[in-house]
């Protein structure tokens, strides 16, 4: 069942609006019939400004007036099918505490995956070219420091990322490269 969009809001509101029941209201919300007494005992939720679920078209006045006059009844959300907001592309945000594990990350990138273009990496992980260069010719003002670890460990990019990027970095043609092929393959001399 779906449930409001705040719900402890809209209980709230509910519990200073109408005459509906602890547990019609828990029901609606989603949450606990004794969360909804403490509610209205001004225990819980006391700073809490109420949501009105009718202005918010989650829920009709005839319908909170039927539940008001048959306890036995239970509130139905209005279920709208707007589209959501497409997701923001742009920079992702990378937390402090985990920025300088980038380092660490771009030179285990550039170990396992160096196919991968230094877009790509700064795509990936949320770093710069002059990082990824610095990395790269060992210039890094912490290059004594760095130890190369997975990004997807480290918590700076998702598997799927990952192996995306790797996908679109392998060479074009369906096969081994040549320069890629054993050596062992290598024909004999006689």
């Known amino acids: 069942m779906a449930l409001p969009l705040m719900p402890k809001a809209t209980a709230v509101w509910l519990v200073e609006n109408t005459a509906l029941s602890f547990q019609q209201i828990a029901d609606f919300c989603g949450l606990h019939a004794l969360e909804i007494q403490a509610i209205a005992d001004g225990e819980v939720a006391s700073g809490i400004v109420g949501q009105d679920p009718i202005a918010n078209g989650q829920v009709t006045r005839a319908e909170i007036e039927r539940c008001e006059a048959d306890e036995d009844a239970r509130l139905s959300i209005i279920v709208t099918d707007y589209l959501q907001p497409a997701k923001q592309k742009g920079a992702r945000y990378t937390p402090v505490s985990k920025r ?68 679109i970095s392998r060479p074009r043609g369906g096969g081994i490269s040549p320069s890629a092929a054993p050596e062992s393959e290598a024909p004999a001399h006689e």
Do not use: F, M, Y
Not at 105 to 124: E, F
């Open 100 to 167: 300088q594990d980038r380092p660490d990350a771009v030179s285990w990138l550039l170990k396992h995956h160096p196919d991968l273009s230094d877009a790509q990496i700064c795509k990936l992980i949320g770093t710069t070219k002059p990082t990824i260069q610095s990395v790269r010719e060992k210039t890094h003002w912490n290059a004594a420091n760095i130890k190369p670890r997975n990004p997807v460990t480290l918590g700076l990019c998702s598997e799927a990322d990952l192996e995306k990027a790797v996908a």
